[in-house]
Each structure stands twice: as structure tokens, then as C-alpha cells.
């Protein structure tokens, strides 16, 4: 099996439904919202159909393909971007999440490397993400990737009765 990186399809909405439900599930750290989690196959067919057409933000999946025949068996990490927290139209906040059997294995590069040759073509100038500031293995790629502390927020998410801060990561995408 080889795992490519590419934009997403209309024709993944259920595949991306599958693997965010997996990942609420698996991760320790929160991937998905509350509106993605109560979004269905149909309102991911539209809402893919309506990024695919706009050309605004962008969802890059990691697929693992049979390379004997071509055909994907399944979506095992994304990464979307979302509109910027300050209404800039120039930048885009970033959220990644990669199937835990599947860390370790180059995706996340692989799919910051995408985003990145996306987001110079599209004349996006700053991408940025939040990341709990004890998550060693999520900081590791942000930095190799060339993303930068700007801030700290105490407090700023509780899991299983535990307040964890964030840091706010950001860097510049050259032209």
C-alpha cells in the first residue's frame, strides 16, 4: 500500500466522514469541531463541492492506495484550512490530523509540502494554527515546517478535566 496526498473530492465525503469520526475517536487532542462532527456524507458532498469551486481554502487528504490496482481503501489524515481568525483574506488557519498507525511516516510533511506549493499559487501570504503546547510530536513538524511561536493562551482547552495551553503558530508562505 502507498499513501498519496492530494485535494479532496466530492467523492471522498464519506471516506472524510469515516476518518474524522476515527480521529475524534483515536486522538488524545481535539481534530474535530462540533460542526464537523455533526456533518453528514451529503453536507460534506456540498461543502467539498463548494471549496472545489471557490478555490479559496483548500482540504488535502492522505490516502492509502492499492498500488496494484489504483484504487483508494481509505483517507488515514487531512489537512484543511479555514478562512483567518481576523478576517485577513490572505491567510488561512490550518488544522492536520494523521490516523495514529500512520504517524511517523512522512505524511504530515507531505502534506504541509502541498499546502505550501498551494498556497504560493493561490496568493495565500500567512498560514497559522493553534497546538498544545505539550504536544512534542505536533510542534516537532510545525517547526520543521517552518512555523514560528507568536503567542501563548493559558487555558486555553480542557480535556478530560485537564486545562491545557495552546501555542499560536504562524509563518509567511513565500511567493
Request: aromatic content about 10%; charged content about 25%.
Amino acid at each position: 500500500m502507498a499513501v498519496h496526498v492530494r485535494p479532496i473530492a466530492v467523492t471522498d465525503a464519506q471516506a472524510y466522514v469515516d476518518l474524522l469520526a476515527w480521529l475524534d475517536g483515536e486522538s488524545f487532542y481535539p481534530v474535530v469541531n462540533l460542526i464537523e462532527r455533526s456533518m453528514d456524507a451529503a453536507d460534506w458532498r456540498r461543502t467539498i463541492g463548494d471549496l472545489l469551486e471557490r478555490r479559496e481554502r483548500i482540504i488535502l487528504v492522505a490516502d492509502e492506495t492499492d498500488e496494484a490496482t489504483g484504487i483508494s481503501r481509505k483517507l488515514v489524515g487531512f489537512l484543511s484550512t479555514t478562512p483567518d481568525w481576523f478576517g485577513d483574506d490572505e491567510g488561512l488557519r490550518i488544522v492536520i490530523g494523521i490516523r495514529e498507525a500512520f504517524t511517523g511516516q512522512g505524511i504530515g510533511t507531505r502534506l504541509f509540502t502541498a499546502l505550501d506549493a498551494w498556497a504560493r499559487g493561490a496568493g495565500i501570504r500567512r498560514l497559522h494554527l493553534t497546538v498544545e503546547t505539550d504536544n512534542a510530536r505536533a510542534l516537532a513538524l510545525y517547526h520543521k515546517m517552518g512555523f514560528q511561536v507568536e503567542g501563548q493562551v493559558r487555558n486555553a482547552l480542557q480535556i478530560q478535566g485537564r486545562w491545557f495551553d495552546d501555542y499560536i503558530m504562524a509563518k509567511s508562505v513565500e511567493p
